[in-house]
């Protein structure tokens, strides 16, 4: 099994800055694909942004330029880094990454993390 633990959320001003982690411990061969989601009341999840195993990244248009996604390979870590906030951002910040368990075979599944609340005051 894989677990995903996020952290670094909590509330803060407009115009503030937070910066999500989401560590990635258990049976683990590879990770590929990592991405933040964040659904906020009433809304649906939203794929806010992705990172490859290789570093290609894509954000979702309203946070291009504002939040940046990294990755730490060695130590399967999931950042974003989150600046100038708007109360619009408010939302539970999940992460998700697909992960291959075994050396001997190909398949990877989806995990989820718990989920951390960010909110923004205005």
């Known amino acids: 099994q894989v677990q995903l633990v996020e952290s670094g959320g909590g509330l803060v001003q407009a115009g503030g800055s937070l910066r999500l982690s989401c560590a990635a411990s258990?049976?683990?061969?590879?990770?590929?694909?990592m991405r933040w989601y964040r659904q906020a009341p009433g809304n649906q999840r939203e794929l806010v942004a992705a990172i490859t195993s290789s570093g290609s990244i894509d954000y979702v248009d309203s946070v291009k330029g504002r939040f940046t996604i990294a990755r730490d390979n060695a130590k399967n870590t999931l950042y974003l880094q989150m600046n100038s906030l708007k109360p619009e951002d408010t939302a539970v910040y999940y992460c998700n990454a697909d992960v291959q368990s075994g050396v001997t075979t190909m398949t990877l599944s989806t995990y989820w993390g718990q989920g951390t609340q960010v909110t923004v005051s205005s």
């Open positions: 258990g049976l683990i061969f590879r990770i590929s694909a």
